[in-house]
């Protein structure tokens, strides 16, 4: 999985709600990397065609939408059938725009964490998504929306946030 946290700048604060969906995948057992575009970082081609995801998230707040909209546009002339996740803010804010843009696959709203998990055991098994909650998502020229998830009430059942995937020098 590569999730990408879009910028408008390069202001120094890490992008913590991506930072606590990495961990959660991790500790689900996936491989997660995190193309955080600060100015240390490879192009974005590059890192991606190194990386070779089989699943990209792209999380982005109305500022970063069209920005976010690009690299999923870039990912989809580059990899065509891979499936693209959008969340964050804007995504929840205003999913049927975003779903019904042609590059989006699915769209998480709300908090991220079970759900991305949720349907990345979905991709790789049954691809049952009607059950996931908190998801948008495609079926056959159609666009559905599944029920709203609760919020997470107990924060401390989360991982701490993945850090570790981010070049901490840059936010020190």
Same mark, same amino acid.
């Given at each position: ?26 500790? &689900?057992?996936?491989? $997660? ?18 990386? @070779?995801?089989?699943?990209? #998230?792209?999380?982005?707040? /109305? ?21 693209? $996740?959008? %969340? #964050? ?14 590059? $989006?696959?699915?769209? $998480?709203? %709300?908090? #991220? ?10 991709? /790789? %098994? ?7 909650? %908190? ?10 929306? &599944? ?6 009430? @107990? ?18």
């Amino acid at each position: 999985v590569l999730l990408i946290a879009t910028r408008i700048d390069h202001a120094r604060f890490l992008p913590l709600g991506v930072a606590y969906v990495a961990a959660f995948i991790e500790k &689900n057992d996936y491989a $997660v990397s995190v193309y955080d575009e600060i100015p240390m970082c490879k192009p974005f081609k590059e890192y991606f065609c190194e990386y @070779d995801p089989d699943v990209v #998230g792209i999380s982005c707040m /109305t500022s970063t939408y069209t920005k976010a909209c690009d690299y999923a546009k870039k990912i989809k002339s580059i990899k065509p059938d891979i499936p693209i $996740v959008f %969340g #964050g803010i804007h995504p929840t804010s205003a999913i049927n725009e975003t779903i019904n843009e042609i590059f $989006v696959d699915y769209v $998480v709203f %709300g908090e #991220g964490e079970l759900t991305i998990v949720e349907l990345l055991k979905e991709l /790789t %098994g049954n691809r049952d998504f009607k059950k996931i909650k %908190g998801l948008a998502y495609k079926s056959h020229g159609k666009v559905l929306i &599944n029920e709203k998830r609760d919020i997470i009430n @107990d924060i401390n059942s989360l991982p701490m946030p993945a850090r570790h995937l981010f070049n901490m020098d840059y936010y020190a």
